[in-house]
Structures are given as structure tokens and as C-alpha cells.
């Protein structure tokens, strides 16, 4: 058997600067809003949109989706079938699971610190709701990228997307472009 010694200081040193670590994902708002800031009616989106739901489907799917518990209760099960959820709540023992892989926590920094780390493939973990988690998450600084559904059309609703900070994020680049809606991506411009 061939036992070699330990590396030295400048040995692991060297091993780290040639293989560091990869980055902790980027945090990313995921979101579709009308133009008067509506993101929900009675618990529902006030809108079907065929292409917007496929789009959230295509970019989430096989990701961390951290979500509020009100947001978590009105989504289909089977989003959860595909996506490892991080839900925010006070009380998670009442909510019931669905899917396969599930994380709870009553501390936002923290759901999303452990879903940047642990569960980043590759590379983004997603922020979906609700208004009050995207509030929190804008307002702690934890969101790197806004990635929005730009609805056309003004819907009436009961929920609304929270004011994002002036000067936060830059004015956004229209990343595709659909009949009813735009998908904009907004970066964040100051450093977190």
C-alpha cells in the first residue's frame, strides 16, 4: 500500500486557487405583473396565460422555489413534483407536502442562504411569491435578479408586486416577447 504524506500549506493552497469552489447561485424574482401592479386575485393569477405558465414551468422546473405558504397552499401539486420547495411560514407542521423534496423555515435569509448553498442547479434559485416574501426579499436585499412577466393588459386584483427600491435594479433587457406579455430581466446594480 503506498501511503503518501500530507500536503503541505502551499500545496492545498495551490489545489484551491485551481479548483475554487463555484459561486453560490444567483437569487432570482420570479413574477408576472400587469402594468397597475397586480400579481394575484382571491389567491389565483387574474390571468390564464398559456405561454406565461409554460415559461415559469420551463425556467423553474428542477430548481429551488422558495414560496410564502399562502403561495405554496394555491399552487397545483404537481408544480411539486418537479421543483425542490422552500416554503416561508410560521407554521409549517399545518402545511400539507406535496412532491418530493421539502425544506421549511420561518426565517427568509436563512431559506434562501440554504437553497443558494445546498440546492443551486445549476446554478439560480428562484424566488415565487407571495407579495409579502418578494417585499421581504427586496427589502433584506436577497434578490439578484428580477426576472418579470410583463403583462400587456391591466387586470384587477387584490394582490400587488411590492415598490422595488429606487436605483436597486437597472432598467431591465426584454429577454423574449409574447402577445400578451414581455419576459424582462431586471440585475441588481448595487452590490448586496
Same mark, same amino acid.
Given at each position: 500500500?503506498? #501511503?503518501?504524506? %500530507?500536503?503541505?500549506? *502551499? *500545496?492545498? +493552497?495551490?489545489?484551491? /486557487?485551481?479548483?475554487?469552489?463555484?459561486?453560490? +447561485?444567483?437569487?432570482?424574482?420570479?413574477?408576472?405583473?400587469?402594468?397597475? &401592479?397586480?400579481?394575484?386575485?382571491?389567491?389565483?393569477? %387574474?390571468?390564464? #396565460?398559456?405561454?406565461?405558465? $409554460?415559461?415559469?414551468?420551463?425556467?423553474?422546473? @428542477?430548481?429551488?422555489?422558495?414560496?410564502?405558504? /399562502?403561495? =405554496?397552499?394555491?399552487?397545483?401539486?404537481?408544480?411539486? $413534483?418537479?421543483? #425542490?420547495? !422552500?416554503?416561508?411560514?410560521?407554521?409549517?407542521?399545518?402545511?400539507?407536502? !406535496? &412532491?418530493?423534496?421539502?425544506?421549511?423555515?420561518?426565517?427568509?435569509?436563512?431559506?434562501?442562504?440554504?437553497? /443558494? !448553498?445546498?440546492?443551486?442547479?445549476?446554478?439560480?434559485?428562484?424566488? &415565487?411569491?407571495?407579495? *409579502?416574501? =418578494?417585499?421581504?426579499?427586496?427589502?433584506? @436585499?436577497?434578490?439578484?435578479?428580477?426576472?418579470?412577466?410583463? #403583462? !400587456?393588459?391591466? =387586470?384587477?386584483?387584490?394582490?400587488?408586486?411590492?415598490?422595488?427600491?429606487? &436605483?436597486?435594479?437597472? +432598467?431591465?433587457?426584454?429577454?423574449?416577447? =409574447?402577445?400578451?406579455?414581455?419576459?424582462?430581466?431586471? /440585475?441588481?446594480?448595487?452590490?448586496?
Amino acid at each position: 500500500m503506498d #501511503i503518501k504524506p %500530507p500536503l503541505t500549506r *502551499e *500545496e492545498v +493552497a495551490e489545489r484551491a /486557487r485551481l479548483n475554487p469552489p463555484p459561486p453560490p +447561485a444567483k437569487v432570482v424574482l420570479i413574477t408576472a405583473r400587469s402594468p397597475n &401592479g397586480v400579481i394575484g386575485m382571491e389567491g389565483n393569477l %387574474p390571468w390564464m #396565460i398559456r405561454e406565461d405558465l $409554460q415559461h415559469f414551468k420551463r425556467v423553474t422546473t @428542477g430548481k429551488a422555489l422558495i414560496v410564502g405558504s /399562502r403561495t =405554496y397552499r394555491s399552487m397545483p401539486a404537481i408544480v411539486w $413534483q418537479t421543483r #425542490i420547495a !422552500h416554503v416561508l411560514s410560521r407554521n409549517w407542521q399545518a402545511l400539507e407536502v !406535496h &412532491g418530493n423534496e421539502h425544506h421549511f423555515a420561518s426565517c427568509l435569509a436563512g431559506l434562501v442562504n440554504s437553497a /443558494r !448553498h445546498n440546492y443551486a442547479a445549476p446554478g439560480e434559485v428562484y424566488i &415565487g411569491g407571495g407579495a *409579502e416574501v =418578494y417585499a421581504l426579499a427586496l427589502q433584506l @436585499g436577497l434578490v439578484d435578479e428580477m426576472l418579470i412577466s410583463e #403583462i !400587456h393588459q391591466n =387586470y384587477i386584483g387584490d394582490v400587488f408586486f411590492p415598490p422595488v427600491p429606487e &436605483g436597486m435594479f437597472d +432598467a431591465g433587457t426584454v429577454e423574449a416577447e =409574447y402577445p400578451e406579455f414581455n419576459v424582462v430581466r431586471y /440585475r441588481r446594480l448595487v452590490a448586496n
